[in-house]
């Protein structure tokens, strides 16, 4: 073969990998292990386009420069094969969810191979078959069957807890529950029956069943996740979504809340994603009051800044909270009903951002601040959320912002507390000119007067000093067909587990994937789906963060019957090494996976606390759209730089029918029945198209199949070009054009083994100083890029190593084969066809990346700009030891230099070693 075929050298080497399964790890080895992850996909309808692999041709990259540094390397894929896309699929047209599944996950395997990823086929998953679920349903099983001891700060079984309640109650217990769980002694213990034992349990349980405000869908009949919601409709199908209470399974992450800040501290994870999780979990110090209602009750509020309590002037109520309806008045009763159903339908990231909106509504009602004793209005506004704290603030208009605009607005006092601490960063009351006096807290500095204030109220017993923690528990249902059944039944209201042996409990066959005609989830249709034909199974499935809480520990040991992983074979990978994948996660599947991984450490089912060691966030890649411009009320197009003489309409146009910004005439006539007619107005006999850098979609034609680059240009391009057009983590625009450099460089490179003939052709000579400096510092250079994830400067080195190497006519095994071994984590396949033909008999995935050596790189020369009365004229390369002599010697002899002197016999000539010759003439 003289030319490089690229087609049969990349679907040759495919078919190799494959039979000889080459990517195979071992289960455990002498080897230092090193596990490379990509983010769990979702295997959607539209399969890759070319900014999906990004992030994969890097994770393969440093899988395979590991395997040639002696790694045994685990580098897997599978896929998050539960989905609202194929439910909503299967409600429209009524084919079961797993079809559109299994046709869309061998789209994405045919595409992946075609790519040439160093996975190892042999461990995919499926979060959506029943041998992988049958797992997550049992560390959910483990989950109900744990509690959170803060003593010990690590889970433990619920039985160690019901025996510690019939010896004692829970007097002593220092547990992770909910907040109205009663104190009891051994004998209330023993008094109770087997439903009330039960409901004081799941106050205590990992996961638990309880009312919770929820995101509910009516159109879609189900609870979407807080990403899943924006601007008030669901993300797909722009469908109304309401706040609603229902009762709901939910896992207590509240419970793990300091650890996961803790462990943020142990990872190299991407800063800004840390911040993210810092902020969701919104540690705060402070304390907790008891506002008295005039009449009945209480507001529990919480508050880092107790200091400020003299100046709190009112007290606001989420819409959603408890006692908004019992302590609203008569006369307000209708405002407030009235706001509370509009404030319910907006999402709590819409009322967190929305600073600009201004409302709320007075209940009537009225508070005594538990310290000042004054008497303050309640009012309720969507800017307290329900799930943050208690619901409920003490507003402080004059060191709060939103309290402040809150007051402005709706003409309530507002005053500066002094308490001699530095207020004015904060402070909002001064520009009233209002300012009162803070009572004993005066002339305290503000972290005194915070701890004189809680000792205060713990001194009057209103309040106490508490540690809150933002983050709420997580919500656990979803009423959809599609998810993980939930291993639980319901005698007498009771939820109870099915026994480990019947696991996994499969999804039932139903007639449709809608609610049922009373509401109730589409697993409520199924037909004689009864847990021993008398009792009701949970009809929620799980969420789709659930089969992706704990997957790469499956990878580790996929065809397990016995367990989820062997914990030898856990014990050698231990966690993932590098893991990448996009931010928008961070507070979704990271956080969730964190805390799962925790719990199963507590278990002692895994020997790590933190899953994934190393996290990068790949950028995007941006589509590049074009556009044509057809004239006003016609059928005739004006190419872009005409186009300003005309009143034109821009259209996207499919980017596949335009090269180099030239469209091809004829495919856009029959891209579309109606420009079958087109007329065009051309510039130097072509259609220029317009360019914009968008997201990549298909509403805006911008979308590009890598398949359609493989069988142009093969994978090897894409993959080397997708490294090159910048950092990792940068987004950056796609641009078909550019491809045509990298294609050229292969080329370039494959003629470094072949005469001009096309005959394959190394030479075993020795190779000259100049090759081993070019070898040794390209060899430097993808190392240390490797090592540190910039790849997009490897591929610059790569191609100047190849021009040096074509310029001195090298074709020395001693520089080429090196040279192949580290090109091919970025080009694999036509690195392992020259590999072949060198004689070896191994794949090239399993050679010794060579050592650079530092001798070869100590520079002996130094090329010298030449001037000539200060004008650069030439340049001329000398030994860093040449005599002076000789140097003024050649210089002056030199025809690129001399003809310059015009006749004349230079005056001076002056050399500045290592930087410039100047000649004076």
């Given at each position: 073969m003289s030319e490089y075929n690229f087609i049969q050298i990349e679907k040759k080497w495919q078919r190799f990998w494959e039979e000889n399964q080459i990517f195979k790890p071992a289960d455990k080895s002498e080897k230092p292990k090193y596990y490379a992850l990509d983010m769990f996909p979702y295997p959607s309808g539209a399969g890759l386009h070319v900014g999906h692999p990004l992030g994969y041709i890097a994770s393969d990259i440093v899988s395979r420069y590991k395997r040639l540094k002696g790694f045994n390397v685990l580098h897997p894929m599978g896929f998050d094969a539960f989905g609202l896309p194929a439910e909503q699929y299967a409600i429209q047209t009524g084919q079961h969810p797993a079809i559109t599944t299994e046709q869309n996950i061998e789209r994405y395997v045919e595409q992946l191979k075609n790519i040439g990823f160093s996975f190892d086929w042999d461990r995919e998953i499926r979060t959506s078959d029943p041998s992988y679920y049958k797992w997550t349903q049992w560390i959910f099983m483990q989950l109900f069957n744990s509690y959170y001891n803060y003593s010990t700060d690590k889970a433990a079984p619920i039985q160690e807890l019901v025996k510690e309640f019939e010896q004692n109650g829970n007097i002593k217990v220092n547990a992770a529950c909910d907040d109205d769980t009663p104190v009891f002694s051994a004998d209330a213990w023993q008094n109770m029956d087997e439903q009330e034992q039960a409901e004081i349990l799941l106050k205590y349980r990992l996961t638990y069943v309880a009312e919770a405000v929820v995101n509910w869908c009516p159109a879609m009949g189900t609870v979407l996740a807080n990403d899943e919601v924006v601007g008030g409709v669901s993300e797909r199908g722009g469908y109304p979504v309401e706040r609603k209470k229902m009762r709901q399974w939910m896992m207590r992450i509240t419970a793990y809340a300091e650890r996961l800040l803790q462990g943020l501290e142990q990872i190299d994870w991407p800063e800004p994603v840390k911040e993210m999780q810092r902020n969701w979990i919104g540690k705060s110090v402070g304390a907790e009051l008891d506002f008295a209602i005039e009449g009945d009750g209480h507001i529990k509020v919480f508050t880092t800044r107790i200091d400020t309590i003299f100046g709190a002037s009112f007290v606001v109520l989420a819409p959603e909270h408890e006692l908004v309806e019992q302590i609203t008045t008569g006369e307000q009763r209708q405002q407030v009903e009235a706001y509370v159903q509009v404030a319910k339908n907006r999402s709590e990231r819409e009322r967190m951002t929305d600073v600009k909106t201004v409302s709320g509504v007075f209940t009537g009602a009225y508070a005594i601040n538990p310290i000042s004793e004054e008497r303050v209005p309640i009012w309720i506004a969507d800017y307290v959320l329900a799930g943050y704290g208690t619901g409920a603030v003490m507003a402080v208009p004059g060191h709060d912002s939103r309290d402040y605009t809150f007051a402005k607005h709706f003409n309530l006092p507002i005053r500066e507390v002094v308490a001699g601490g530095n207020l004015e960063e904060e402070a909002y009351a001064a520009k009233e000119g209002k300012i009162i006096n803070s009572g004993f807290l005066n002339g305290l500095e503000v972290k005194d007067a915070i701890k004189a204030g809680i000792a205060k109220a713990e001194e009057l017993g209103v309040g106490k000093g508490r540690v809150q923690y933002r983050m709420r528990d997580a919500v656990f249902s979803r009423q959809r067909y599609?998810?993980?059944?939930?291993?639980?039944?319901?005698?007498?209201?009771?939820?109870?587990?099915?026994?480990?042996?019947?696991?996994?409990?499969?999804?039932?066959?139903?007639?449709?994937?809608?609610?049922?005609?009373?509401?109730?989830?589409?697993?409520?249709?199924?037909?004689?789906?009864?847990?021993?034909?008398?009792?009701?199974?949970?009809?929620?499935?799980?969420?789709?963060?659930?089969?992706?809480?704990?997957?790469?520990?499956?990878?580790?040991?996929?065809?397990?019957?016995?367990?989820?992983?062997?914990?030898?074979?856990?014990?050698?990978?231990?966690?993932?090494?590098?893991?990448?994948?996009?931010?928008?996660?961070?507070?979704?599947?990271?956080?969730?996976?964190?805390?799962?991984?925790?719990?199963?450490?507590?278990?002692?089912?895994?020997?790590?606390?933190?899953?994934?060691?190393?996290?990068?966030?790949?950028?995007?890649?941006?589509?590049?759209?074009?556009?044509?411009?057809?004239?006003?009320?016609?059928?005739?197009?004006?190419?872009?730089?005409?186009?300003?003489?005309?009143?034109?309409?821009?259209?996207?146009?499919?980017?596949?029918?335009?090269?180099?910004?030239?469209?091809?005439?004829?495919?856009?006539?029959?891209?579309?029945?109606?420009?079958?007619?087109?007329?065009?107005?051309?510039?130097?006999?072509?259609?220029?198209?317009?360019?914009?850098?968008?997201?990549?979609?298909?509403?805006?034609?911008?979308?590009?199949?890598?398949?359609?680059?493989?069988?142009?240009?093969?994978?090897?391009?894409?993959?080397?070009?997708?490294?090159?057009?910048?950092?990792?983590?940068?987004?950056?625009?796609?641009?078909?054009?550019?491809?045509?450099?990298?294609?050229?460089?292969?080329?370039?490179?494959?003629?470094?083994?072949?005469?001009?003939?096309?005959?394959?052709?190394?030479?075993?000579?020795?190779?000259?100083?100049?090759?081993?400096?070019?070898?040794?510092?390209?060899?430097?250079?993808?190392?240390?890029?490797?090592?540190?994830?910039?790849?997009?400067?490897?591929?610059?080195?790569?191609?100047?190593?190849?021009?040096?190497?074509?310029?001195?006519?090298?074709?020395?095994?001693?520089?080429?084969?090196?040279?192949?071994?580290?090109?091919?984590?970025?080009?694999?396949?036509?690195?392992?066809?020259?590999?072949?033909?060198?004689?070896?008999q191994e794949s090239i995935s399993y050679a010794n990346f060579p050592q650079w050596k530092e001798e070869y790189l100590v520079e002996n020369s130094f090329e010298y700009p030449v001037s000539v009365n200060g004008k650069t004229r030439a340049k001329m390369t000398f030994a860093l030891d040449a005599p002076r002599e000789e140097m003024e010697k050649a210089v002056v002899n030199d025809e690129q230099v001399n003809k310059f002197f015009e006749g004349k016999t230079p005056k001076k000539i002056i050399i500045v070693p290592n930087k410039i010759i100047n000649v004076v003439v």
């Open positions: 599609w998810g993980e059944p939930v291993p639980v039944y319901f005698k007498d209201g009771i939820p109870l587990l099915i026994k480990e042996e019947e696991l996994p409990l499969e999804l039932p066959k139903i007639d449709a994937y809608l609610p049922t005609e009373t509401g109730e989830p589409p697993l409520g249709r199924a037909v004689d789906w009864k847990y021993e034909d008398q009792y009701e199974y949970e009809l929620s499935t799980m969420p789709g963060w659930a089969g992706s809480s704990w997957y790469w520990y499956r990878y580790m040991d996929p065809k397990n019957d016995e367990a989820f992983a062997d914990k030898d074979i856990v014990s050698y990978w231990r966690n993932v090494d590098l893991y990448i994948g996009g931010s928008e996660h961070a507070t979704g599947h990271l956080l969730y996976s964190r805390f799962w991984n925790k719990f199963m450490y507590d278990l002692d089912l895994v020997v790590e606390q933190e899953p994934f060691k190393k996290l990068i966030n790949q950028g995007m890649i941006q589509g590049r759209s074009n556009f044509v411009y057809r004239i006003k009320d016609s059928n005739k197009y004006v190419s872009y730089g005409l186009k300003g003489q005309y009143e034109t309409t821009p259209l996207h146009v499919d980017v596949n029918i335009v090269e180099n910004d030239v469209l091809d005439l004829e495919a856009f006539k029959n891209w579309r029945p109606e420009n079958a007619a087109a007329e065009f107005i051309l510039e130097d006999g072509n259609y220029i198209v317009g360019v914009e850098i968008e997201k990549m979609s298909k509403s805006k034609y911008n979308v590009v199949n890598p398949d359609d680059i493989v069988e142009r240009q093969g994978a090897d391009t894409l993959r080397m070009y997708e490294m090159f057009l910048g950092p990792l983590e940068q987004f950056k625009p796609w641009n078909t054009n550019g491809m045509d450099g990298v294609h050229k460089f292969l080329k370039k490179f494959w003629r470094l083994f072949h005469d001009n003939e096309g005959n394959f052709s190394v030479s075993y000579d020795a190779p000259a100083a100049a090759e081993l400096k070019s070898l040794h510092k390209t060899i430097k250079k993808v190392e240390e890029d490797i090592e540190r994830f910039s790849f997009n400067t490897s591929v610059s080195t790569f191609m100047i190593c190849v021009n040096e190497l074509t310029q001195l006519k090298t074709n020395k095994r001693a520089i080429l084969e090196p040279l192949t071994v580290i090109l091919s984590p970025y080009a694999p396949h036509i690195a392992e066809e020259i590999w072949e033909k060198l004689g070896n």
